[in-house]
Each structure stands twice: as structure tokens, then as C-alpha cells.
């Protein structure tokens, strides 16, 4: 018979009945810190360190941790609803990208980091309630951590996330990353050392992040942490404990194996565990993720269980241990008041969802027993963090010019994604950390002396301090990387270092000190001002030119202004085609597009251009001019196609023009843009994993539509990335119907060329130019790919390879989570991902009859998507999530 529960809190948890519970049980020490312990209340405003009543622990205020953001409070009405001081207070960060904490530390020391977030809506907007997207992320160092996911959350909701790691420098960096869906915020935050000899799988490399830690047996407090747990990690108690489960307890002290503490589970929580009644022979639990769990652990997890034998009476006990009903440990027994920790050594397993069984093995007299239980999940440590002297000779600066730059928040150059404004750093050497070769302070307003840590800094080459307000001499010290010093319009004075002199005189460094008191009494070159003598040599050739280019302009201007309405309207076509279509005459298009003042776009058919129609209906103007008319094939068959075609998710042609000097389209216009300038145009805002997998929907039907619903079947031909537009609401549109064709799928259409785009081609289609609907989809499966990976459809990596080949490569080699954009930062659903990837490599199949049709691909995104909703719709999450 089986008996289960689930570890996942389905409720918010009360956090003052905790505490309460125990403020009343456990003895305190008060107001002193234990050893290496940093304890900090996030918007406390007050100087003064204060102590935690149920703990005993002081807390202080956040302001020598951290630069800028601002201090707030929780409305009142919240404020009974938290379990302790430190939630009612906050500090947000409305400014810059990324903002982080830097806390004291030793190198190479283990730490238990955890930060804790409250809204309480304490900016009176209700974020979590407005049913918009409330997501920030988490740095731990260089590396992303996991997101907070506020969204659709009870403001008074407290969110926990911890990480096991360890300290790189004598800092620990926390860094809070604005995703652009709420301004990130943090109410406490507190570091803990652990032993070097705990959780053996932490490392430089590999830190971990908490999923669930659980207690068992017939626990009063709804918590347990400092004092009974040195390390102040928290421990849950089980939520259903009722029968057949059984609680077992012993007043005897439940020890260590000599040598191999590798958890330090206090003897406390061992003395309590959970077993069944002896007419049951096994028991189950099952670990579930929530909103607030990191998608990285959505793949990977590592489960550790706690077992200690503490019947004294018969201690026969055997049990196996199965994770969904794999065999993992094998007829194991527990120790008489010994602690006996599993686990896989550091090796990982997938799918945090997992049903975990125990189950009593022949010989056993007793079922099996628990007295505790954790899981972590993976986070990598891949970026490196900066040169350790270039960090702190960068710290250096920055106090002795009070540097205050909202952006010099963290590492200075990792990630490069948020590396600081106005360095430059080289990132050539992949294994070693970053080094900042350049740094640009002009016009910075710095005062004072020229600080030696710039002269310290052994790989920088580009030194630029002009236009400030610095003085005395300049420091004699060896400048061996650097390769420009511009000291230029400073109050510098003195000698100039003789080092200084023959490296500039040897053409070794450019030297640039003009505007400086000093150069009053040289007169060397460094002292002359270069850019005027350039100036002097450059300005004539630059006017003749400009007034050359002018001429040309005016021609040109006053060729089109005296005659270009009159010669085109010449030209417009008398027989119009017979299609139920606006016919625009090129007037119109000049008055629509403003004299074709707006590009916004260009390819080998001509230029796009804004247009504006008399209703105030915004357009796309698509003009082939004068010189590809006569090449042109593709315009009667887009017009004739989209004047048939009617959908949601095809572009809507509003008219066209027919001139023999100017062919051109009017579309509907998309604010967007499309989908490769969203997925790689280095816009500042990316699409999210969900936004994708509806935009691949939208041209899944809309090519569904083409194939299904058109008689004669329609295929598009060139099905793409640029050619699927994007509106004000990210709905994707497919467009550019110029190599479409209409065939009956009875006779597949033979073309003596194969036309479409290199890397979307079906190469079926293009050894035999035997043209079907399978062509539009071996087409959508490399968009599908672009979609998932970020990747163009041919890759240098370093070497060319396609697409489906990048990905099957990555996937032999790692995981299937290595192929995935890495601007989604990890915030996607693996069982989807598996899914989309399994479609797109189904639908890049080199047989066309092995790919499934535009009907199928639609019907399995739309089973997709429901599981990104409900996964982002929960309500529900586990002990790690919400209080």
C-alpha cells in the first residue's frame, strides 16, 4: 500500500506563528553576531544595528553595502501579516540594469547566501496584483542565479532564495538585474559560512541553489533554524504527518560518522523522524517545482536524505530508495543513532518533478524511515570574473574621485552584457579573467591628483583623463602597456617624468598634454595641439566636398521638385489589375509617405518606407524603383496572393501601385519590426520563452492557413525570420508573399530553379525542384530553431555549419539546455523546450514525407503553451518559494 504527500506548500506560510514558537522555545543569546555572520536588514534606515528578537542576531542597515536605490517601507496593513523586522522593510532600484551588494568575505571560504523579498506593495501600485509581468533576476557573483517571479502574487507574500557557493575574493558580489518587468527590490539579505569540509559537490565552478529542505517526525515550529542549526539554514517541517505515518523521537544524541560530516545536520532535527505503521511497506513523497523555482532547476537536482535509526527496541529496519521508480539506493539500513547521509556524489539528476519512493525490502521487520531530506539545483560558475588588481585598483578610483555611476555596480567587466560605461575590457584570452585595457574619464569632473591606480594597471593601454580639473605633477611610474596617455585641458603642472618622455619620443606612446600649466615651459609635441593642425589640413578638403555634395543634392532636389510628379504620373498603368484591391497612384504614395522621407527598411527589392494614410492608419510602404521593375517577378504574385488570402496572422495589403517607373505595396504597418530583429538586433528588451513559442504559433497557423485552407494549397516559399512581422502586440504576421506559389496538391509544382533563401531551403526541394507544402515546413523548423537557439539559420562556430547541425552537435556534446539563447537566462520550461526542439528537428527532416504537416506543428505548439501558461499561472509553490 502506498501513502503519500507532497512536500510543496500550497499555501502561503505563516510566518509569525513561527517565529513565535520559537522565540518561546529556543534559548538566545542576544546581540551577539555568531562568527563570520552578515546580517542585513534591506531599507533599514536607521545607523544603528539592532537584534532580531526570535534569533538574537543583530541586524544593520544596507547603506555601506551597497550604491544607490532607494528605502522603503511595506503599507501598515501588511505589516502584521510579516514574521519578523526584516520584512518591512525594503530598498528598490528603479536605476540602472544592475545593482548589486557587495558583502565581506573570505576567499575561497564556503557560504550559505539567501536573500528574501516582500512587496507589501509598498509603492501603492499593486505590481503583483495588476496582472502584469513581475519578474527581476539574481546574480550571484558573474553568473546568473535565478529569477524572483512576483506576478499575480499575495503582496504580503514573503519569496526566499538561497545559494550555496563559494567566495571568490574577500567579497561576495549579490547583483539584482532589471529584466524591464518591475523594478527589482530586496528586503533582507544574509551571509553564513560553512564548513570548507560541507556539501563536497560545491566548488568554484559549481554552486547550488535551494530547492527544499525538509524536517520529519512531529514538529511544533513551522521553521527551524538559528540556534538549533549553527549554519542558520532553514528547515521545514513535513506538511501532512497524519496516519499511517508515524513520528518517531529520542532524547539521545544523534551523532556524526567519525570523519565525514560532510551536512552537519544538528542532532536536533535527527531526534524527530517519520516511518509508517507496520501493516505499510512503503512511502512516497514527491518534490514539485513553483513559480519561483530557477528554470535551471526545472533540469537538474541533486536530492540528499538524512537517515539516523532512533528505534531502540528493534532497529531490524531495510529499506531501497527509488526516484519515479528508478532504483537509486539499493536495500539500505539506517544506523542506530548515526546519521547516514545519501546522495549521487554531485552528479545531477533531471526533472525536479519527481516522485520519490522508500520502499521495505525482504528480511526488513520494521517499513522504512526518514529523519530528513534536501535538494539542490545546479548553478554554473562559467564567467570569470575580472583581473583581482584591475578590480580593486578600479574600487580605488572610484573612492578617491567619489565616483558615483549608477552603472559601476558589481564586477567591472563580467558579464560583458553589464560591464561598466567607459571601460573597455579584453575578453580575447577565454580562460583567463578579463583585463581592462581602456579607460575613458574625460570630462568626468575629476578633482585632485592623478591616483597612482592608474599607472598600476598592467594591461591598460588606453588612458584618457582629459578635460578635467586634476593637478600637480604626473607620476613618474613605468607606463609599459600603455599606449595613449591624454592628459589634455587639466591643471597639471611640474616636470614630465623622463620615462614618460622617451617612450613618447620612441613612438612608443602618444603623449597628449595641451592645456596644462606645464606646457607653458616645453615645447614639445605632446604640447601642441594636434587636432588643430589635423584640422588645418582637413577643413578645406571637407568644405570642398560638402559644397560639391550640395550641388549634386540641389540638382537632383530641384530635378524632382520642378518634374518628378509630372514624369511619373505619366507612367501610371491604364488597365489597372482586376482585383478587389486600393489602387495608389504614385502622387498619393509622395503625399502618404511624406516626400518618402521615412526608411524603414531596404533589401535587394527596393526600400520600405512609414506611411501615414489619410484615415491615421500607419503603413509599410514596399517601392521596387525604376531599376528593378524590369527584373522584377515577384510583384503580381504578391498582390494577387494577398488579395486572396484573409487571416489574422497573414499581412494585411491595404493597395499597391501600378507605374511602369515605380511598382510598390501598402501594408499594414508593424511597430515590431520582425522576428530576427527581435531575436538578434541587440535590442535592449528580449523575448521571453513564452512571447516566443506564441509568436512560432502565430506563423505556424498562418502558414496552416495557406496550406489548409486556400484552394488551390499556397505555398509561401520563403518562410523566414525577417518575413514574419511583428505588431504593437508581439502577434506574429506572416508577410512577403513574392515567391509564393498556388498548386494542387494532386500535381506538385516543378520549378526549373529553386528559389527561397540559403539556410531555409528545403533540400529536398532543392535536388529535385519538386515543389509541396513540406517545402514551407522544412522552412519553419529552422525558424523554429532560430527561435529557441538565437542562432541565424548558418552558423560560424568557429567553423560554417547549418543550423540543425549546431544544434545536434551542442546536444551530443553537452545538453539539450546548452543550444538555448542565452539572453532567455535560463528563464524557460524544459519539458516545452524538449518538446519545440523535438518538433523542429522533426520538421527539418531531409524527406519531406518524414515531416509532419503545418496542422500538426499547430496542434502540438498549442499543447506546448498551456503547460508555459499553467507553469507561470501557478498559485501553489514549495517551501522555497513563499512563506
Known amino acids: 500500500m502506498v501513502i503519500s504527500f507532497s512536500c510543496s506548500a500550497t499555501t502561503k506560510l505563516t510566518w509569525t506563528l513561527a517565529l513565535l514558537l520559537i522565540l518561546v522555545t529556543m534559548i538566545q543569546v542576544h546581540g551577539q553576531s555568531p562568527p563570520g555572520f552578515v546580517s542585513i536588514d534591506c531599507g533599514w534606515i536607521n545607523s544603528n544595528t539592532y537584534t532580531d528578537n526570535a534569533l538574537g542576531i543583530p541586524y544593520s542597515s544596507d547603506g555601506e553595502f551597497v550604491d544607490g536605490g532607494l528605502n522603503h517601507e511595506i503599507l501598515p496593513e501588511f505589516m502584521d501579516g510579516v514574521g519578523n523586522d526584516q520584512q518591512k522593510t525594503l530598498r528598490s532600484f528603479p536605476d540602472g540594469s544592475r545593482n548589486c551588494y557587495t558583502l565581506p568575505s573570505t576567499i575561497s571560504k564556503k557560504y550559505l547566501l539567501r536573500a528574501m523579498f516582500t512587496y507589501g506593495n509598498y509603492d501603492r501600485l499593486n505590481k503583483t496584483g495588476d496582472m502584469s509581468l513581475f519578474l527581476f533576476g539574481l546574480h550571484i557573483g558573474v553568473n546568473f542565479w535565478e529569477a524572483v517571479n512576483l506576478t499575480n502574487q499575495d503582496p504580503s507574500t514573503t519569496v526566499l532564495k538561497e545559494v550555496l557557493t563559494i567566495a571568490p575574493s574577500n567579497s561576495v558580489s549579490f547583483c539584482l538585474i532589471n529584466f524591464g518587468s518591475g ?6 539579505l544574509e551571509l553564513r559560512p560553512l564548513q570548507d569540509t560541507m556539501y563536497p559537490f560545491v566548488n568554484s565552478s559549481l554552486s547550488v541553489s535551494y530547492f527544499q529542505r525538509i524536517r520529519f517526525g512531529n514538529v511544533t515550529d513551522l521553521i527551524t533554524r538559528y540556534p538549533m ?9 513535513i506538511v501532512n504527518n497524519s496516519y499511517p505515518w508515524i513520528s518517531l523521537n529520542t532524547s539521545s544524541i544523534v551523532k556524526s560518522p567519525p570523519d565525514n560530516d560532510a551536512f552537519s545536520v544538528p542532532s536536533g532535527i535527527l531526534q524527530k523522524a517519520s516511518t509508517l505503521d507496520t501493516n505499510y511497506s512503503f512511502m512516497t513523497f514527491a518534490m514539485a517545482q513553483g513559480r519561483n523555482l530557477g528554470t535551471n532547476s526545472l533540469q537538474l537536482f541533486l536530492p540528499i536524505f538524512h537517515f539516523a535509526e532512533i528505534n531502540m527496541s528493534n532497529p531490524n529496519r531495510r529499506f531501497s530508495i527509488y526516484i519515479n521508480d528508478v532504483l537509486v539506493f539499493s536495500d539500505f539500513s539506517p544506523s542506530l543513532l548515526q546519521v547516514e547521509s545519501k546522495y549521487y556524489s554531485g552528479q545531477f539528476k533531471q526533472n525536479a518533478s519527481a516522485s520519490i519512493s522508500l520502499r521495505k525490502t525482504d528480511g526488513s521487520s520494521l517499513p522504512p524511515l526518514i529523519n530528513a531530506f534536501e535538494v539542490y539545483s545546479p548553478v554554473r560558475m562559467e564567467n570569470l570574473t575580472t583581473d583581482s588588481n584591475d578590480v580593486n585598483y578600479m574600487k580605488q578610483i572610484k573612492t578617491h574621485y567619489n565616483l558615483a555611476r549608477i552603472g559601476w555596480n558589481g564586477d567591472p567587466c563580467s558579464p560583458s552584457e553589464y560591464s561598466w560605461e567607459d571601460l573597455t ?5 577565454s580562460n583567463q579573467n578579463p583585463r581592462i585595457v581602456a579607460i575613458n574619464l574625460s570630462n568626468s569632473g575629476l578633482i585632485g591628483g592623478i591616483a597612482i591606480s592608474f599607472i598600476n594597471m598592467a594591461s591598460l593601454v588606453n588612458l584618457d583623463l582629459s578635460h578635467n580639473n586634476l593637478t600637480g605633477a604626473i607620476p613618474d611610474y613605468q607606463l609599459n602597456s600603455l599606449k595613449v596617455l591624454n592628459l589634455s585641458n587639466n591643471q597639471l603642472n611640474g616636470p614630465i617624468p623622463g620615462y614618460i618622455l622617451q617612450r613618447s619620443n620612441a613612438g612608443l606612446l602618444d603623449l597628449r598634454l595641451e592645456g596644462n600649466p606645464l606646457c607653458s615651459e616645453v615645447k614639445g609635441a605632446y604640447c601642441s595641439n594636434k587636432k588643430n593642425t589635423l584640422t588645418a589640413v582637413i577643413v578645406p578638403v571637407v568644405l570642398v566636398s560638402i559644397v560639391v555634395v550640395i550641388c549634386i543634392l540641389w540638382k537632383f532636389c530641384w530635378k524632382g521638385k520642378s518634374g518628378d510628379h509630372e514624369d511619373y504620373a505619366m507612367y501610371e498603368e491604364e488597365t489597372p489589375l482586376h482585383i478587389d484591391i486600393r489602387r495608389f497612384t504614385y502622387a498619393e504614395l509622395k503625399l502618404i509617405t511624406n516626400e518618402f522621407q521615412s526608411i524603414i527598411g531596404k533589401g535587394g527589392f527596393g526600400i520600405v518606407y512609414h506611411g501615414i494614410l489619410k484615415n491615421g492608419n500607419e503603413v509599410a510602404v514596399k517601392v521596387l524603383m525604376e531599376t528593378s521593375i524590369a527584373e522584377s517577378t515577384d510583384f503580381l504574385p504578391e498582390v494577387q496572393t494577398l488579395s486572396k488570402v484573409h487571416h489574422k496572422n497573414l499581412v494585411t495589403l491595404e493597395g499597391y501601385c501600378q507605374n511602369k517607373k515605380c511598382l510598390a505595396l501598402v501594408y499594414d504597418f508593424m511597430p515590431r519590426g520582425n522576428l530576427q530583429q527581435q531575436l538578434r538586433g541587440g535590442h535592449d528588451y528580449s523575448l521571453n520563452w513564452e512571447q516566443r513559442l506564441h509568436i512560432a504559433l502565430d506563423a505556424a497557423q498562418g502558414l496552416e492557413y495557406l496550406h489548409e485552407s486556400c484552394t488551390p494549397s499556397i505555398v509561401h516559399r520563403d518562410v523566414k525570420t525577417p518575413n514574419i512581422l511583428l505588431d504593437e502586440n508581439l502577434v506574429g504576421i506572416i508577410s512577403d508573399f513574392g515567391l509564393s506559389r498556388a498548386f494542387n496538391d494532386a500535381h506538385t509544382h516543378i520549378s526549373t530553379v529553386a528559389a527561397g533563401t540559403l539556410g531555409y531551403l528545403d533540400p529536398e526541394y532543392h535536388a529535385t525542384f519538386q515543389l509541396t507544402v513540406k517545402t514551407d515546413v522544412y522552412s519553419f523548423g529552422i525558424v523554429l530553431l532560430e527561435i529557441i537557439t538565437g542562432q541565424p539559420p548558418v552558423c560560424m562556430d568557429p567553423q560554417t555549419v547549418h543550423l540543425p547541425n549546431w544544434v545536434r552537435q551542442k546536444i551530443a556534446k553537452g545538453s539539450i539546455h546548452d543550444i538555448v ?3 532567455l537566462l535560463d528563464q524557460y520550461d524544459a519539458i516545452a523546450l524538449q518538446g519545440v526542439v523535438d518538433l523542429a528537428m522533426n520538421c527539418v527532416e531531409n524527406a519531406a514525407i518524414h515531416r509532419p504537416t ?30
Open 183 to 188: 523594478i527589482p527590490f530586496i528586503s533582507s
Open 229 to 237: 542549526d549553527p549554519y542558520d539554514r532553514f528547515w521545514f517541517r
Open 425 to 429: 575590457c579584453d575578453y580575447s584570452k
Open 821 to 823: 539563447d542565452k539572453r
Open 854 to 883: 503545418m496542422t500538426e506543428v499547430v496542434a502540438r505548439l498549442k499543447v506546448l503553451l498551456p503547460a508555459v501558461s499553467s507553469e507561470k499561472q501557478s498559485v501553489s509553490a514549495p517551501p522555497q518559494s513563499t512563506y
